[in-house]
């Protein structure tokens, strides 16, 4: 079982990037997935969920009217689209399901 993250990269602020969450050895369209974000120096938080159908999302109070979390069934894949990025979003962001971890996608808001 596999879970990669990718589309990470250095942003001015207000700029957006778009996060994808791809697994392999488990069908990521069956189950919830959360994407987590860990900046230096700091515990790993929260950053948005979706259920297993896509009919329910949550954000933490941070990025709320910012970022999106998706996903496309067919695919296989969850998205996270980050809009109006500011600095403090800096951060590696992670994708979880189930048990497992991404190796995650480093995500850099600077001028």
């Known amino acids: 079982v596999q879970i990669v993250e990718s589309g990470g990269g250095l942003v001015q602020p207000g700029g957006s990037l778009r996060l994808s969450c791809a697994a392999s050895?488990?069908?990521?369209?069956?189950?919830?997935v959360t994407w987590y974000r860990q900046a230096l120096g700091k515990e790993r938080e929260l950053v948005a969920s979706i259920t297993d159908n896509g009919d329910s999302t949550e954000y933490t109070d941070s990025v709320k009217g910012r970022f999106t979390v998706s996903r496309d069934k067919f695919k296989n894949m969850v998205y996270l689209q980050m809009n109006s990025l500011k600095p403090e979003d800096t951060a590696v962001y992670y994708c979880?399901?189930?048990?497992?971890w991404g190796q995650g996608t480093q995500v850099t808001v600077s001028p």
């Open positions: 050895g488990f069908t990521l369209s069956w189950y919830d």
């Open positions: 979880h399901s189930v048990e497992w």
